[in-house]
């Protein structure tokens, strides 16, 4: 199909969700209307991108019609420097467009909850997972996301052994959904007295976070366990029983398997706000594991392990003593190690979303 029919065909689909967005009955049913908001919001930046081909198309067609017809010198030579101006942006626009042509991940617009956890190298793996935690709210600062500690379990020399949070902002799944895997890495701990190089490892759970509306639970089968907070607060936190525990057997509706999930969640001094905050993160827990297909689907369809739905995949691996970082997906390696620890991963994110979009182009009709 033609790159400007598909664009027609969106203009109208626009047209209809604009229309859509403001019925009441639509607003009514809150599901159909969040996602046609997403719909719409989606539209309206591909359409953007995509008029401003249209444009440059037109503009060049309207240059060359003056080139070869005109007669006076001074028109000739200004629709020459017109024309030589658009040539070389035209395959740069028509990549951007095809490129948001794509159909979208569904999921890349929503929130997300991350999980780190120790593996392999006992107490170095558990300061490797406190590395990594401080690398990703490094960058949430840089580019304006917002995080909340949801539960910890903190190493017994520095780190954690398991560290949980909500991630807020634009586009969060999209852009940290490549940084689930097993992250490898070479270096000299500080707890080695012979100077000896070790390899440890922590793994990192990327998360979209549910809609209320799409997971049931029946909240009469949870059960609840209440309990005294540790760790900062003073002497208040210890006092009163704010921290929750909810035990809830899920069912998987593929295999009918019955399946106990346990969360905990002390993220504040308020006993509602946890029982809150733990109800999403179960939410978050049974969309992922229902949707585990679809993400196993992806994957078999890709020939590269970018988009892999095997969380135990070995994705990264930091070298300290090279100063490297190694992306195993896409053979991405760099030489600037203290700089990405402090938060400057764009450049990786950037090469595993251009590798994904070339595999899923190569896919398309376009």
Not at 99 to 107: A, F, N, S, T
Not at 167 to 189: A, F
Not at 299 to 319: E, F, H, L, P, W
Not at 351 to 356: D, F, H, N, P
Request: negative net charge; charged residues 30%.
């Amino acid at each position: 199909m033609d790159i400007l029919d598909k664009i027609e065909g969106l203009e109208a689909k626009f047209h209809e969700v604009s229309l859509l967005i403001t019925d009441p009955a639509v607003i009514a049913d809150q599901a159909r209307y969040v996602r046609l908001n997403r719909d719409y919001h989606d539209l309206e930046r591909v359409l953007e991108s995509a008029n401003k081909y249209k444009k440059a198309r037109r503009d060049l067609e309207d240059a060359k019609q003056v080139f070869f017809n005109e007669s006076d010198a001074e028109l000739k030579e200004m629709a020459r420097m017109e024309i030589d101006s658009i040539e070389p942006l035209l395959p740069q626009l028509e990549e951007e467009v095809k490129i948001m042509l794509l159909p979208q991940d569904p999921e890349d617009g929503k929130n997300v909850v991350m999980e780190i956890r120790g593996g392999t190298g006992g107490d170095e793996a558990a300061i490797f997972a406190g590395d990594l935690f401080r690398m990703y709210t490094k960058y949430f600062e840089l580019h304006g996301f917002k995080y909340t500690v949801s539960s910890f379990s903190e190493g017994t020399v520095g780190g954690f052994k398991e560290i949980i949070f909500n991630v807020t902002g634009q586009n969060v799944y999209g852009t940290l959904k490549y940084e689930s895997g097993v992250h490898r890495v070479q270096r000299v701990p500080v707890t080695e007295t012979q100077g000896r190089i070790h390899t440890s490892a922590a793994t990192v759970a990327v998360l979209p976070e549910a809609d209320e509306f799409e997971v049931h639970i029946n909240e009469g089968e949870i059960r609840w366990d209440y309990f005294r907070s540790g760790g900062a607060g003073g002497q208040n936190v210890n006092k009163v029983e704010s921290g929750v525990r909810l035990r809830y057997n899920w069912k998987n509706p593929n295999t009918g398997e019955i399946q106990e999930i346990l969360i905990e969640c002390t993220e504040t001094r308020d006993q509602p706000k946890n029982k809150e905050r733990a109800l999403a993160r179960l939410r978050t827990q049974i969309y992922d594991k229902e949707h585990q297909k679809y993400i196993d689907d992806i994957a078999a369809r890709r020939k590269t392990m970018v988009s892999t739905g095997d969380r135990s995949a070995k994705i990264r691996t930091y070298n300290y003593p090279q100063g490297r970082i190694t992306d195993h997906r896409i053979g991405y390696t760099i030489y600037n190690l203290q700089a990405f620890m402090d938060g400057d991963i764009q450049g990786v994110i950037d090469a595993l979303t251009i590798a994904e979009n070339a595999e899923r182009l190569k896919e398309s009709e376009l």
